[in-house]
């Protein structure tokens, strides 16, 4: 069994792969299961309909982290194994379902394979945080984004290539073969439990929540994802409709802008480090309203690739931090819970926005979703301005 302890190395690269296959099932989510959805006559506002109620599971983390933290007597190993088995079955089991023939169950594999990454992202939360310390917290959520990000990027291309060439139920069942070697890692992986007995969940839920700190930061966390989860959603419909790409060009423009979140988010989460949570957030959210509203001048992929870069960069960056500054006021002793309510309000702000803009190009237009997109992180700004953070030790 390896010792965290005295391996630290082991500690980014067991975080670092559990996030990779997240990742791998995010890109399925977001880029190859829409162009499939529209490869298969189904209208743009369908498809994003389709994909945020298949990723619902993200916006609820909390149930699966009060079922963790509950069951605390189990290890975290436990749930991240079962997990990791559930999102790999599931994908394996798409492979045999034509989403044109019964879409219900389509979406019904997707939905519980999330459900399965939910219970595996909730336990690698409250397993970081138990294991690490706040100085060193930006680099290891940037490098677990950086691993989210990696699967993200290899869902896109290579994941895209096999279903442009060889079709979407081979993709699928690649995808889900994929997944099962990496939860056998943290097999490996010694654990120590600090905390043997059930928690009194309800009572230290409340008492953190009452800290005007941890509320500011729960109102502020799902505003400020909603331009991110627009685009995130609306540019490959984008490049599919107005620019007339297919799904192996799609799929290696979003390659670029995932490299560029795993860049953005080593980066910002070392500088959030050094400089400080806040500082890093104003940062990324000044450069990101530029350059968000900039895609309306897109009208080329070379163009389009080099601003969907530049937005992937910062919106790696932005992920890394704002999840080290929720780690940052998270109680331990019920790390899955308090964690993944924060993680799910940011979720359903990133999954709110994805959902309706779909119904939002059929009603603006590109151009206008675009603009849109960058002006709501004006009042994320002003919420920021009147958040008190948490001090940060620093090194001696």
């Not at 499939?36 to 309909?49: G, H, M, R």
């Not at 060193?136 to 896109?156: D, H, S, T, Y």
């Not at 442009?164 to 070697?181: K, M, R, T, W």
């Not at 490959?236 to 560029?260: E, S």
Request: hydrophobic letters at 55%.
């Amino acid at each position: 069994m390896i010792d965290i302890n005295k391996y630290s190395s082991s500690k980014y690269l067991l975080f670092g792969s559990l996030y990779f296959s997240e990742g791998l099932q995010l890109a399925i989510a977001t880029v190859i299961v829409p162009i499939y959805l529209l490869e298969k006559n189904f209208p743009p506002e369908l498809a994003t309909f389709v994909i945020g109620m298949i990723m619902i599971p993200w916006a609820i983390k909390f149930v699966f982290g009060w079922i963790v933290d509950y069951s605390i007597q189990l290890s975290r190993k436990q749930f991240i194994l079962f997990g990791g088995l559930v999102s790999s079955v599931s994908l394996i089991a798409i492979a045999f379902v034509d989403p044109s023939v019964s879409l219900i169950s389509f979406l019904l594999l997707l939905f519980i394979g999330h459900c399965g990454i939910g219970f595996l992202d909730v336990s690698a939360d409250a397993w970081a945080i138990e294991m690490s310390h706040e100085k060193e917290r930006g680099k290891l959520n940037g490098v677990m984004a950086a691993g989210l990000f990696a699967g993200m990027a290899i869902g896109a291309s290579i994941i895209a290539l096999i279903a442009q060439s060889l079709g979407y139920s081979i993709a699928f069942l690649a995808a889900g073969l994929l997944i099962l070697p990496i939860i056998l890692f943290p097999l490996f992986i010694k654990e120590i439990k600090k905390i043997k007995k059930h928690q009194k969940i309800a009572l230290l839920l409340i008492s953190e929540f009452r800290k005007k700190t941890t509320q500011s930061i729960a109102v502020f966390l799902p505003i400020v994802l909603i331009g991110g989860g627009i685009i995130q959603f609306a540019v490959p419909i984008y490049m599919k409709i107005n620019l007339q790409l297919d799904i192996g060009q799609i799929g290696l423009i979003a390659t670029v802008f995932i490299l560029a979140k795993v860049v953005g988010s080593l980066v910002c989460g070392a500088i959030s480090d050094k400089w400080g949570r806040k500082t890093a957030i104003y940062i990324i959210l000044g450069l990101s309203v530029f350059f968000s509203a900039s895609l309306i001048f897109a009208n080329n992929w070379q163009l389009l690739t080099v601003l969907y870069g530049i937005i992937g960069f910062l919106s790696g960056g932005l992920l890394s931090v704002l999840m080290a500054t929720c780690m940052d006021i998270t109680n331990p002793k019920i790390g899955a819970t308090q964690f993944s309510i924060l993680m799910s309000l940011a979720n359903a702000g990133e999954l709110g926005g994805g959902a309706t803009s779909g119904t939002l190009i059929s009603l603006l237009g590109f151009s206008r979703v675009f603009l849109y997109s960058a002006w709501v992180f004006g009042p994320a700004l002003i919420i920021l301005y009147f958040i008190k953070f948490k001090k940060q030790t620093r090194k001696t």
